[in-house]
């Protein structure tokens, strides 16, 4: 009787996707239950992730991540997971860097893909299990289907509201994903193979608990290899509302649309919004998209430095119409230095930022933004 027992209760950690372990199994938590000590809000405000009856939720909204304050390169990571509604679509990223990419609001890094069953099959992808590097990651796939996105074998996830057990292992550079106690897809060669790790919100309530990690010894790498670390960014746009900004009284033209902030107006009056925070030396990260041959964006701050996207020597770097573009400020070496899509725009009317700088975006004509992030330069991360 024992026996069967025992069998019994094998068979069900395993359809279930419970992982018993053991106080000496060298694995950390990675949520406390009550507060996010250990984590970035890198996109995503407060809003998006609670504590709810000893489970960490996740909204959905807006679409972003939430990283680790630490970086990994090896190690073994599991979790529990379920979807709260059918199509909810979530993922983890390993090996990522300290912001979202430009344009998207999604880190650099190798994507463990968590899609409800009801999302559907294609031959580009399947509901969950999937492995793939985006925004300039790279990875070989050891199961795929051309291209470099790797595949699982089987299709063992459970259906919403079921829960499901990922077991995340990497290893020098190559990944394996385990479903529901068996590994199904793999990964190697990628780059970035040190990182941070995001929980990904892309719009279904999502359930996890039981996440933890167990760090494995370093091997060497290449600097190249090492995804960018934190350089101090906090986003200003919380992707639900304007709060931390103050706009004119009576303009009604600025949209938050998720993870992307629109201005609607057209090119006859420019419109402005004003950051509420202030830092001393500031240095910020803004995406911006103009939307019509007619439109422009300027980024500003209190002091002299304007960053006007029509003037020639900016203009030049920008992608062609209706394409995103980063604007970067930040002082190196004692001095301040402004890029346009990676190209270092020498603008001889800028000063350093002092202090109370805010940044403000103006917007002629239809205008995006997003991953707005600010820094104080002096502070270090």
Not at 32 to 41: H, I, M, P, Q, T
Not at 64 to 74: A, L
Not at 163 to 192: F, M, Q
Not at 244 to 252: C, I, L, M, Y
Request: hydrophobic share 35%; proline share 5%.
């Amino acid at each position: 009787m024992r026996n069967k027992l025992s069998h019994g209760i094998a068979v069900l950690l395993f359809v279930v996707g419970f992982s018993p372990s053991s106080a000496d199994d060298n694995f950390k938590a990675m949520f406390n239950g009550n507060d996010f000590s250990g984590w970035v809000r890198t996109n995503t405000p407060s809003q998006t992730w609670s504590y709810q009856d000893g489970l960490l939720v996740c909204s959905g909204k807006p679409i972003g991540e939430i990283r680790t304050e630490k970086m990994y390169q090896n190690f073994i990571m599991e979790l529990e997971w379920r979807h709260l509604v059918p199509r909810g679509n979530a993922g983890v990223f390993v090996w990522a860097d300290d912001i979202t990419s430009r344009g998207v609001p999604f880190h650099r890094g190798i994507e463990i893909q968590i899609l409800e069953s009801a999302y559907g099959d294609s031959k580009s992808h399947t509901t969950h299990g999937d492995i793939f590097p985006i925004h300039g990651a790279t990875m070989t796939p050891i199961n795929g289907r051309g291209g470099s996105r790797a595949f699982p074998v089987e299709l063992l996830s459970n259906p919403s509201p079921q829960w499901n057990h990922y077991r995340i292992e990497a290893r020098d550079g190559e990944l394996s994903l385990a479903v529901n106690g068996k590994v199904v897809t793999r990964g190697k060669e990628c780059t970035p193979r040190k990182g941070y790790i995001c929980l990904e919100s892309e719009g279904g309530i999502v359930h996890y608990r039981n996440v933890r990690i167990q760090e494995l010894p370093p091997t060497d790498i290449s600097p190249d290899q090492v995804a960018i670390a934190d350089r101090g960014y906090r986003s200003l746009y919380t992707g639900l509302d304007l709060s931390g900004w103050k706009k004119p009284a009576a303009e009604s033209h600025w949209e938050v649309a998720d993870w992307v902030l629109s201005y609607k107006g057209d090119e006859r009056q420019p419109s402005e919004l004003v950051s509420t925070e202030t830092f001393e030396k500031l240095g910020f990260v803004v995406d911006v998209r103009l939307k019509s041959a007619t439109s422009n964006a300027i980024v500003q701050t209190n002091s002299t430095t304007r960053i006007d996207l029509s003037e020639p020597r900016i203009a030049k770097h920008l992608q062609a119409a209706n394409g995103w573009n980063r604007i970067e400020a930040s002082e190196v070496d004692g001095k301040f230095s402004i890029t346009v899509n990676g190209n270092s725009v020498d603008l001889l009317e800028l000063a350093t930022p002092t202090s109370d700088d805010a940044i403000t975006l103006v917007a002629t004509g239809p205008v995006d933004f997003c991953n707005i992030y600010a820094r104080s330069m002096n502070k270090q991360p």
